[in-house]
């Protein structure tokens, strides 16, 4: 298994907005602090995504997104083990303090509990979910090392050393509330 870096300076690090690549179930991921709305605008700008889209964010536990999530009615939170840990990211209704910048012109937050080992660990170390989106320029095939990353993005990422799951496909997107599938 890979070591995660050194915490302390990724967490710095993510505090002065700064954007990190790190491995994920099926490619290399861009992410920063979900709070900071300038690290979420550096994301936007270093992929070419439109804001409305929104992102998703990703942790080790369903507990980091807690700030960001309205409370969920007892039948849906007990349902989340079936897609959680795992390649599924779910639309679930967002709270009144989740900043928009993270949802877009979407009334919903996507969210995933990530299976994948190294992301699971920098998320619980970091005791953060992160923000979420495919290393790669909108509309370009995702990044799967991190070599590949640095050529891409340069200095302007913290490209974190690991490896990509097996997994071929991006996660699927799930509406629990409406049993809509919006990528397979």
Request: with cysteine; glycine share 10%; charged share 25%.
């Amino acid at each position: 298994m890979t070591p995660l870096p050194d915490i302390r300076r990724i967490r710095a690090f993510l505090g002065r907005g700064g954007v990190i690549a790190y491995p994920t179930e099926s490619c290399y991921g861009l992410g920063c602090d979900p709070r900071n709305a300038r690290a979420v605008a550096r994301i936007l700008r270093l992929k070419g995504r439109p804001r409305a889209k929104g992102v998703l964010l990703v942790g080790s536990d369903k507990c980091q997104f807690r700030y960001y999530l309205a409370p969920l009615e007892k039948s849906l939170r007990e349902r989340l083990g079936q897609w959680w840990p795992g390649p599924n990211t779910l639309l679930l209704p967002r709270s009144r303090r989740c900043p928009r910048w993270l949802t877009g012109r979407h009334p919903k937050l996507a969210v995933r509990v990530t299976a994948h080992p190294y992301t699971a660990r920098l998320c619980g170390h970091l005791g953060l979910a992160l923000v979420s989106t495919s290393a790669n320029k909108s509309g370009r095939r995702p990044i799967r090392t991190a070599a590949e990353c640095r050529r891409q993005f340069g200095a302007k990422v913290l490209v974190l050393p690991g490896r990509v799951g097996n997994r071929r496909r991006p996660s699927t997107i799930l509406d629990p509330l409406d049993g809509g599938v919006l990528r397979p």
